[in-house]
């Protein structure tokens, strides 16, 4: 019987001290054999120092000037040593089994070879740890490599986890070292990764991830400047993900993908109906309706979810103010999102497989190479 493949847990801290323990914690408490926790503090000024010292030789600590956690997750990387390797967010946890769940499935002899990265579910807490009932991402239980890819080729995109919720492997980590400059390590590694090897989609939930306002990601009903931040992020990866894709002579469309993205197409509605200090043009406001609505008859979603995201959309686009900013909390903070509608989601698949072949030769005889001119924050919300 061979020996259980190693994982390393990389776990990036700025200024998390009142989660970072939590963090910690799971990553110790994993029942795999073999594990290696690494903390890497990326220029805290808050107590973090004294959480990570309490820990002694069971880690290995790291310390840094603050340079952002993808640079962060880089230097943890450089000192690890197994063919697994997680980035656990500092203010999430994982499960116990989640290394082993990891190493069992990578434990065929290849599978270190044509697997980049394994995916996994995760389950949303609040920022003081209650558990809610938001589970994500809602892939089918069939996603197949082949389908993640022709996705990502097509809009730029794919149904993955943020940070905590992927296991990468090291040979796909070398591939792509040194990492390029992007400020969210997930967004930079889940949108290269297909491109190097197979995606594997499992549907456990491996961890809890927590949604809290100090959060990168966390954007609520009214928090239109932090969806500008995100929408804004796009084209540099693209530009990241279009440079890989002429290196590995792979057909992509540059920032013209998104017009086939769904989930952009809705947060640049969102961003023309909310945002505060202009003018609302309501005529563009219904442009970009119908430009999402026709985005959403190709999404990789079952009918039912389609018809679900565009009365949702809808209702956003022509709703009186008040009850629009309440529909976008619905939608983007779980912590906010009544249970009745979390069951409802819940009950159905809500993705389905892309057929990959025949999304590869529509790229093959339709994409311009390059990247075009990248649109500015301003140009993209009116």
Known sequence: MSAPLGVSIVIANHNYERYLGEAIDSALAQRHPLVEVIVVDDGSTDGSAAVIAAYGTRITALFQAKAGQTLACAAGFARSRHPIVFFLDADDRLVPDAAAMAADLLAGADAATAV?????????????????????????????????????????????????????TRR????????????????????????????????????????????????????????????????????????????????????????HLLPYRELEVVIAKLQAGRPRDHSAVLRLLAATLKAGLGAPYTPWHRLLRALWITAVAVSPQALATRLVGFRYDPTRRPRAIEAVVNAFQISRPVPPMAVERQLASRAEPGLVESRRPEEVQT
Do not use: W
Request: charged share 20%; hydrophobic share 40%; aromatic share 10%.
């Open 116 to 168: 980049s990265k394994l995916q996994f579910r995760l389950r949303t807490m609040d920022a003081a740890g209650r558990v809610l009932d938001h589970i994500y991402p809602k892939y089918p239980a069939d996603l197949a490599p082949a389908s993640i890819r022709a996705e990502l080729l097509r809009t730029g995109y794919y149904a993955s986890p943020p940070t905590s919720g992927n296991a990468y």
């Open 172 to 259: 796909f980590l070398d591939a792509v070292s040194p990492f390029e400059e992007h400020p969210h390590i997930d967004a930079l590694l889940n949108t290269l990764a297909p491109l190097y090897g197979d995606v594997r989609s499992s549907p456990a939930v491996i961890g809890h991830y927590r949604v809290h306002r100090a959060s990168n990601s966390f954007a609520g009903s009214g928090e239109v400047e932090r969806f500008v931040e995100l929408i804004a992020l796009d084209p540099l990866r693209l530009a990241i993900l279009g440079r890989h894709c002429d290196r590995l002579g792979l057909p992509f469309a540059g920032f013209r993908a998104l017009r």
